[in-house]
């Protein structure tokens, strides 16, 4: 059974920094689609980084330059490093691992940055 579990979220001021973790089990992040996505009040969801099937990375235009996405194998564990947060990017976050017959996301982890 896939199991995602995030971590990291929080209150932080304008231009602050958090880092976000996602620890998974029953999968193997490496061999799959793995991606960061948020939801804020009354928004769709949409995807805010992450890593393909190739290991490439996908960014979101707004987190460009501010958000990175990265990964340790080992730990079977993905972060994302989020950096000069600005308001709008208060949301849920959520961890979804993608792959053949499989599509699992995290309970999220709230971040919410104050102006």
């Known amino acids: 059974q896939v199991q995602l579990v995030e971590s990291g979220g929080g209150l932080v001021q304008a231009g602050g920094s958090l880092r976000l973790s996602c620890v998974a089990s029953g999968v193997t992040f490496s061999r799959n689609f793995m991606g960061w996505y948020r939801q804020a009040p009354g928004k769709q969801r949409e995807l805010v980084a992450a890593?393909?099937?190739?290991?490439?990375?996908n960014y979101a235009d707004s987190v460009k330059g501010r958000f990175t996405i990265s990964r340790d194998n080992a730990k079977n564990t993905v972060y994302l490093q989020m950096n000069s947060l600005k308001p709008e990017d208060t949301a849920v976050y959520y961890c979804?691992?993608?792959?053949?017959?499989?599509?699992?996301w995290g309970q999220g982890t709230q971040v919410t940055v104050s102006s």
């Open positions: 890593f393909t099937n190739g290991g490439n990375t």
């Open positions: 979804n691992v993608r792959g053949l017959f499989l599509n699992s």
